[in-house]
């Protein structure tokens, strides 16, 4: 999903239904004050989470959302990766991932991040 239909989903509800169908994988929404200010959307295989897209409506950034969304989804599964770029290296480091290099793409760096299960059993459904 490009970053400008996330924010779509974000800021015009009734348009969201349509992505949702759209959407190769699950998405979560983080909510304060009865609007969502967060989404985060992931495909699960097996016990591990590939995180596609996260994104925080800018005025509720550095407030841990992002984080909470993180944490969300690796309470429900075991490990959780994601590839990112340098603009989001440092949240997923402080989120508790290893990053890696992972080459290129049209010429921006790219990183793998990864965090392991913590080793509690994995919630279902
Ligand atoms: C990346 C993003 C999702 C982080 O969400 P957030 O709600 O601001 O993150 P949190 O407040 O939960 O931050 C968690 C930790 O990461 C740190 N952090 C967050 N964004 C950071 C950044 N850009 N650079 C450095 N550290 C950052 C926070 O300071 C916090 O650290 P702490 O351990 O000291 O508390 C948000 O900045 C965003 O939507 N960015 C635009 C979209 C994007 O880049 N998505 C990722 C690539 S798909």
Redesign the pocket.
Known sequence: MP?EL?GLAMFRPQQAAELLREYPGELAL?WAGGRPV?VLGYRRDGPTAT????????A???????????SWLAKRVGTVV?E??S?????????GFSVEPAGERGGTPRYAARRPATGRPAARG
């Open positions: 970053p996330l983080a967060g995180i596609l897209h996260i994104a925080v409506e800018p509720w950034r550095r407030r841990g959302v992002g984080r909470q969304l993180v994601a990112t770029d603009s989001a290296v440092d949240f997923y480091r402080r989120c």
